[in-house]
Nanobody, 124 residues
Framework: QVQLVESGGGLVQAGGSLRLSCAAS????????MGWFRQAPGKEREFVAA????????NYADSVKGRFTISRDNAKKTVYLQMNSLKPEDTAVYYC?????????????????WGQGTQVTVSS
């Protein structure tokens, strides 16, 4: 059984920072790519960033480039999302996801496992 557990969400003022973590567990866990997605009220879930376990290649949504950084700790099976210069429009539930296959994709249906999500609220 694969489990993804997010943490680090909260309430922050515009311009502030948060770091999200996603810890993966399970004897069969050996995904190739980890991604972060977010879903605001009334909107579809959207891609934020992704990273390959091997080599660390990354991809970002245009809306977060230069402000968010995804990283990973292979030994801890943990992925991080450092979010700086936060804006009210970044408010959403943030989800961690894992997929098999080395291609970094932005489509939610291509990911095999999902966490339960963590709320990020940015006040103006």
């Amino acid at each position: 059984q694969v489990q993804l557990v997010e943490s680090g969400g909260g309430l922050v003022q515009a311009g502030g920072s948060l770091r999200l973590s996603c810890a993966a567990s399970g004897r069969s866990f050996n995904s190739d790519v980890m991604g972060w997605f977010r879903q605001a009220p009334g909107k579809e879930r959207e891609f934020v960033a992704a990273i390959r376990w091997s080599g660390g290649s990354t991809n970002y949504a245009d809306s977060v480039k230069g402000r968010f950084t995804i990283s990973r700790d292979n030994a801890k099976k943990t992925v991080y999302l450092q979010m700086n210069s936060l804006k009210p429009e970044d408010t959403a539930v943030y989800y961690c996801a894992a997929k098999y296959g080395s291609s970094i994709v932005v489509v939610t249906t291509q990911y095999d496992y999902w966490g339960q999500g963590t709320q990020v609220t940015v006040s103006s």
